[in-house]
């Protein structure tokens, strides 16, 4: 697989975008909250990873709130055309931090006007609808009343596609009822493998699966198994990661978060890494 080989693309809203793309949330301040140390180093990462290819870039305006996305504007506007912008709604942040539900309709229309100006657009690509049932994870309660306020949004032109994030299969149903959805963002990575059975039927409906922690998150993944395979490839363990994702499913687009050029670099050449039937095997064991 390599960033310019056209099989590595697969359908996200308007365009087919490259399966290796970034992930914002970590240019914020720590605990996405605020503004990082060196906003000049954050927007480097963010050319940084266009320069290289990537077309695919995943944020929101709660993270920081707002800073991520002023940094993505001042880095990258006016954006090349292929570059598709995906964020989301349904938290606010707290002055003490934390993540709260934002449903209301003002909530909801108000976030997609401060995402547009904040990332200075007429017209948002994708946005996700991020479950708050559960913090932690998926949970169930119905999506319909906040799903209806963004699908009003998007006739309205001000979204162009929509899709769900922290859902469990039953809202991504009650979600497609309501408007077309094209993608889903949910915690999954080589061993947090809850939506494997989902990852399927999604590939199957032509829907873009988008695993956030793709790399374990705020504690990147540590497994005696995944450094092992990793050593004898010659790789390091967090391309094995992203590579075996790669591999897992051909809907599955990467959006692995980091603020750092050396893992920026490191993270893209995962692209490239070929996994034979033995590695996968041995690979699949970790979540066991
Ligand atoms: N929908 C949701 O609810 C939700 C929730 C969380 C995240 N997201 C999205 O998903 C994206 C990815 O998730 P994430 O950024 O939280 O987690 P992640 O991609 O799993 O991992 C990020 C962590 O791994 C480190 N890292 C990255 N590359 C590395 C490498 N090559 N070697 C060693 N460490 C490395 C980063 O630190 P450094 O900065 O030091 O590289 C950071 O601590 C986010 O950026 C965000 O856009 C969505």
Not at 101 to 112: G, I, K, N, R
Not at 230 to 254: E, F
């Amino acid at each position: 697989m390599s960033l310019s080989d056209p099989h590595t693309r697969f359908p996200l809203g308007r365009r087919a975008v490259r399966r290796m793309g970034y992930g914002a949330m970590q240019l914020a301040g720590p605990g996405v909250f605020g503004p990082p140390k060196d906003p000049d180093a954050a927007r480097a990462v963010l050319r940084a990873a266009v320069a290289a290819g990537v077309d695919h870039i995943d944020t929101s305006d709660f993270y920081g709130p707002h800073v991520t996305n002023q940094l993505i504007r001042e880095a990258l506007s006016p954006y090349p055309d292929e570059l598709v912008i995906v964020t989301k709604l349904g938290a606010r942040r707290g002055e003490d931090a934390s993540w709260n539900p934002a449903f209301s309709p003002e909530a909801l229309t108000q976030a997609v006007h401060d995402n547009l100006r904040n990332l200075q657009l007429d017209v948002l690509d994708v946005v996700n609808l991020r479950a708050m049932f559960s913090v932690h994870g998926p949970a169930e309660g119905s999506i319909a009343a906040p799903l209806t306020v963004l699908a009003e949004l998007q006739a309205k032109g001000l979204i162009r596609h929509v899709g769900l994030s922290n859902v469990t299969p039953t809202q991504i149903a009650e979600g497609r009822s309501i408007c077309p959805i094209v993608c889903v963002q949910n915690h999954y990575n080589i061993a947090h493998r809850g939506d494997d059975a989902l990852i399927d039927q999604l590939a199957q409906d032509g829907i873009a699966y988008v695993p956030y922690f793709p790399l374990g998150g705020f504690s990147p993944l540590q497994d005696a198994q995944l450094d092992a395979v990793a050593a004898r490839l010659g790789v390091t363990p967090m391309q094995l990661a992203l590579a075996w994702l790669l591999h897992r499913s051909p809907n599955i687009l990467l959006i692995p978060g980091t603020s750092s050029l050396g893992h920026l670099h490191e993270n893209l050449a995962a692209a490239e890494l070929k996994l034979d039937a033995d590695t996968l095997a041995a690979l699949d064991r970790i979540a066991d």
